[in-house]
């Protein structure tokens, strides 16, 4: 059963910032070794083929004061000709650039496939009004957004914002807007992402850094919600994705709750073949 890996990072010790280049290699001396001086789309797709994965989505963000910038254009150079890596892209708020605009031209011109934001890296609230007719228009184009949720390691990053009861309020103004709270809310807002489920048919969950032998204590009701939960590595923040897909495999579930975490849910919201 080959993955789609929702949650992929690229780029450079240039793009990113000192402690997660250190970050990399502690954690991930494969990637170091391999990718952190240069990097090229057929090496990153040969990697995820041998790990399982058969299409990964390529993740573009702004993010200077914790983790770095890797910008929608970089993104959209490494996807090129490569049907097998998806772009998204993301909004840089640290420059004087109108929200809406960057969005358009991201999808109207560059061709981004969806869009990641990182509240807590970026140091905003999902549900500043600013964001709204952001949203409006990726819900009128039918565009997934994934939103980093919980905690992280990284210096630069304040938790404050990534609280997932902020997309109540998203989730209830933009009620066909495909959201993904990636992390879940880790490790103390997985119950508030847990009733999100229950309350908005839109909103999803991107497993990424979710420790995956407890998802089903962390969401109890996951049968229920089978079409919801989206497989994601965060690859190179883990040394290898294989036995990420392996602890799904193991999970006390049905086969065809597995498929969905690991590829078919995926499809729908892509709209891949």
């Known amino acids: 059963m080959m993955a789609i890996d929702m949650h992929i990072h690229v780029g450079t010790y240039r793009n990113w910032t000192p402690w997660v280049v250190e970050f990399f290699r502690k954690t991930n001396p494969y990637f170091y070794e391999h990718f952190s001086q240069e990097t090229d789309p057929d090496r990153i797709l040969a990697y995820l083929n041998s790990q399982g994965v058969k299409k990964g989505v390529i993740l573009a963000e702004y993010a200077p004061k914790a983790t770095g910038v890797v910008t929608n254009e970089y993104v959209i150079d490494f996807c090129k000709d490569h049907k097998d890596l998806i772009p998204f892209g993301s909004i840089c708020l640290y420059e004087e650039r109108d929200i809406l605009e960057q969005a358009r031209h991201a999808f109207e011109t560059l061709g981004v496939k969806g869009f990641k934001m990182l509240p807590s890296y ?49 989730a209830d103004a933009f009620p066909d807007l495909k959201i993904i709270l990636e992390h879940g809310g880790r490790p103390f807002w997985y119950n508030k992402v847990a009733w999100l489920l229950t309350r908005h048919k839109n909103i999803y969950v991107g497993i990424a850094g979710i420790p995956t032998r407890h998802l089903p204590e962390y969401f109890p009701h996951i049968d229920l919600y089978q079409d919801r939960f989206i497989f994601g590595s965060d690859w190179p923040g883990v040394p290898h994705i294989k036995p990420l897909i392996e602890k799904v495999l193991a999970l006390p579930l049905s086969d065809t709750i597995k498929e969905k975490i690991l590829y078919k849910n995926a499809e729908t919201i892509l709209g891949a073949d």
């Open 122 to 170: 970026a140091h905003f609230y999902p549900n500043e009004e600013r964001f709204f007719p952001f949203y409006e228009y990726i819900q009128s184009k039918n565009l997934p957004v994934m939103f980093h949720t919980g905690t992280s390691i990284f210096k630069g990053s304040l938790v404050k914002y990534a609280d997932p009861l902020f997309f109540d309020e998203i």
